[in-house]
C-alpha cells in the first residue's frame, strides 16, 4: 500500500509532499510526544499526530517514516511546511478525530497485508 492509497482511501488533504506520495506504507504509528515517536516509530510508518510545528517534520525525516496525517483538523505552520518540502516527507490532514483515523488506517493496512 502506498501513501497515496491512504489519501484516496481516507479522502486526506495533501498540504506538502505530493511528489512522494508512492512511498510504501509499513505500518502506523501514533503519538503526540516526539521523544515517543523517536525511540518507537519504525521506516515506513505513518505517523498521525495533532503536532504541526517544524520539529514533527525533524522526527518524521529522522525516523523515515512515509508519511505525516495531522488530526482533528489541525494545519501545519508555515515553517513545517518548509521543512517538510525539504524533507521529501508527505504531510497530510483530515478532520477526523483521532479515534477514528487510527482505526480506518489499522484496517487499511492490514487488509493489504493479508491479501
Known amino acids: 500500500m502506498t501513501v497515496k492509497d491512504i489519501v484516496n482511501k ?4 495533501v498540504f506538502c509532499g505530493e511528489e512522494h506520495l508512492d512511498r510504501e506504507v509499513r505500518g502506523g504509528y501514533v503519538s503526540d510526544l516526539l521523544s515517543d515517536v523517536m525511540g518507537n516509530a519504525s521506516e515506513g510508518d505513518v505517523w498521525v499526530t495533532l503536532q504541526t510545528h517544524k520539529n514533527v517534520m525533524a522526527v518524521a525525516s529522522l525516523k523515515e517514516v512515509a508519511a505525516v496525517i495531522l488530526v482533528k483538523g489541525h494545519n501545519p505552520d508555515d515553517d513545517t511546511l518548509a521543512q517538510g518540502v525539504e524533507e521529501g516527507i508527505p504531510m497530510l490532514g483530515t478532520e477526523k478525530e483521532t479515534f477514528e483515523l ?14
Open 10 to 13: 481516507l479522502e486526506l488533504k
Open 102 to 115: 487510527t482505526g480506518k488506517l489499522y484496517g487499511l493496512i492490514h487488509s493489504e497485508k493479508e491479501a
